[in-house]
């Protein structure tokens, strides 16, 4: 059966659509075009299910593959996912690399609302967040508190795999310096960085971006109160730095 060689687990709204889409331009590397989930929602399925995404993935190349390459996928909920699902990961794929994007769990929730109620049924979609009564609002930022518990998330999969196999980023930092962090995801799973960049046009580009839209003063101190303790957590876990490269 054909296995990936690396798995970007998330979190949503930290840049992992702009990970897939560069590494999708890269010649050496192979991605699966869209989000299979199979650990988080889809795990009832037979596992030969997961594993043909990869084998349809090369069937695609026609034949034109390189001499070396490796495969990847993206799902973005795996990162809040139970030690036991990603046990059964370690189980299936104990060698596969894993990258991790994260973001202040602030902005990250924020950006998340923003995306999510645009896409509701709301008159005014780019102020689609404004306009949701605040209950309901406030209770999509509980209902996802785990997507920006990062530290939680980051010990939850260093206990099942070694904390080498796992790369963390930022997306604050690669949104300063998107190539720097493009070459750390590449040294992770095992491709040279001598890549022309005139010819991943994605580099530079920002994905899946939402509305442009302030947050509320009410939205933010229910926020700043809800990941106090994690900001805490995280500055002790990182030493104060902004970003970490491997853990």
Sequence with gaps: MTR?????????????SWLQSVLNQHPNVLMIPDEIEYFSAHDGYPIEWYFDHFAQRIAAANGQLPSSYVLGEKSAHYCSMTPERIRRVRDLLPDAQLILMTRDPVSRHWAHAK??????????????ALVVPRKKLFDFFTRNQSLGEFSKIIANWTSNFPPEQLLIVSQERTLASPRETFDAVLGHIGIATDYDPSSLTFLSQQKNRGPKIEMPDDVAEFLEDMFAGERLRLRNLFDGKPFVYGS
């Design 4 to 16: 990936p060689d690396f798995i970007i687990i998330g979190a949503p709204k930290c840049g992992t």
């Design 115 to 128: 995306r999510y109620f645009e896409k509701r049924r709301f008159r005014d979609r780019q102020r689609a």
